[in-house]
């Protein structure tokens, strides 16, 4: 099959290296250079290939391409403190800005970061760029420290599971049905028959949910109320739905404050509903560690390869099935809901998956 003009133009994720150097010097300097003037002035205008190069070789970072075109740059450096990593120099050339490329590139960033043993991440704004330090703060990042020019944002990464089949799926599943809670929202993304649904199958045992929970295609959504007390389970499918309006239609927040709202294929779409959400992404394992994390087209690239034949079961039935390969399922609280104590719960909830790290860490 031919490709087409919008596959061309769709963002390529890279993990930076010495090659993409001339590249991301590039991004950088049309990036800064289409700033207002800040006093004192952004160094980034000084980078250079060698510059840039040397500082991609001890964490990386992404790189962005579009139809080949140098399109966005991140490098992850080590911050002061240990386990904190610093992105620097997050730019987007302004040909691309406007398209989403800034925040799917964060996001992959935060999970290299996180595969590298990192457990924060901090940023500095500058003063002069309010719009940029509503950006961070939107993405998650709490003011840390003040600075005579700016401002030091930071945020805790994603934490990292890795899932050997079905049956510890549904288990991670159950186990987070004990940390959740009446009012939260879930978003779970992640590629077709990743195990969305073994998941949400294994939170609805969790919350003692009644009737059968598979991909609700037909009518969206499904409710299943608890047999012994606990929230009831709102499970959407946001799959063939575009847009956040498109969300909004189904009336969800009727029952958003009493029960645990569960919607898979949401990302990008469901976000706005709440001002906290536990934000779920499941990866294959054998495409981790194999180029930089491009969660954010997952959802595209399905509606890309759909066969359009729909189930009785959903259109995921298989989901319910597999995983048969490893997986990595990341779990990234987002919100004042989500407090260290909180977190401190989905950490425990990881460790009793097993594997919650690669080997080693950031600070070795």
């Known amino acids: 099959m031919q490709p087409t003009v919008e596959t061309e ?4 994720f890279h993990p ?3 090659e993409h150097a001339a590249g991301m010097v590039e ?6 250079g289409a700033r207002p003037p800040l006093d004192p002035p952004s160094t980034a205008i000084e ?4 510059t840039v190069g040397r500082a991609v070789a001890s964490h990386g970072g992404v ?3 579009v139809a080949g075109r140098p399109a966005g740059s991140l490098i992850i450096g080590r911050g002061p403190e240990p386990g904190t990593a610093v992105f620097q120099r997050v730019s987007v050339h302004p040909d691309f800005q406007q398209h989403g490329i800034a925040s799917a590139m964060v996001a992959a960033a935060e999970l290299d970061a996180a595969e590298q043993g990192f457990t924060r991440v901090e940023i500095y704004a500058r003063r002069e760029l309010p719009e940029l330090i509503t950006y961070w703060r939107n993405r998650g990042f709490a003011d840390v420290r003040p600075d005579p020019h700016g ?3 930071g945020r805790d990464l994603p934490l990292r599971a890795v899932v050997p089949d079905a049956d510890a799926m549904h288990t991670l599943g159950r186990r987070l049905a004990g940390v959740l809670t009446a009012g939260d929202l879930v978003i779970m993304s992640g590629p077709l028959g990743a195990g969305k649904t073994t998941l949400t199958q294994g939170i609805g045992d969790g919350l003692d949910s009644d009737g059968a929970i598979i991909s609700p295609t037909f009518v969206l959504s499904r409710i299943h109320a608890s047999r012994t007390g606990r929230p009831t389970l709102v499970h959407v499918d946001a799959y063939r739905l575009g847009s956040a309006a498109e969300v909004d239609d189904l009336g969800l927040d009727a029952d958003l404050d009493t029960a645990v709202t569960v919607i898979e294929w949401g990302e990008d ?3 706005g509903l709440a001002d906290s959400r536990l934000d779920v992404l499941i990866e294959r394992s054998s495409s981790v560690g194999e180029g930089a994390h491009d969660h954010d087209h997952d959802h595209d690239d399905a509606r890309d390869h759909d066969d359009g034949h729909d189930h009785e079961g959903g259109r995921d039935d298989q989901d319910a099935e597999v995983p048969v390969e490893p997986r990595v399922v990341w779990l990234d609280p987002v919100g ?3 407090t260290a104590a909180a977190r401190e719960q989905l950490i425990s909830v990881v460790r009793a998956t097993g594997d919650p790290q690669p080997a080693g860490g950031a600070d070795e």
């Open 9 to 12: 133009l769709r963002p390529r």
């Open 16 to 18: 930076a290296a010495a």
């Open 27 to 32: 991004v950088i300097h049309a990036a800064f």
């Open 47 to 50: 980078e250079t290939p060698d």
């Open 63 to 65: 790189y962005v391409t």
């Open 151 to 153: 401002l030091w944002m």
């Open 269 to 271: 779409l469901a976000e």
């Open 336 to 338: 004042p809901r989500w």
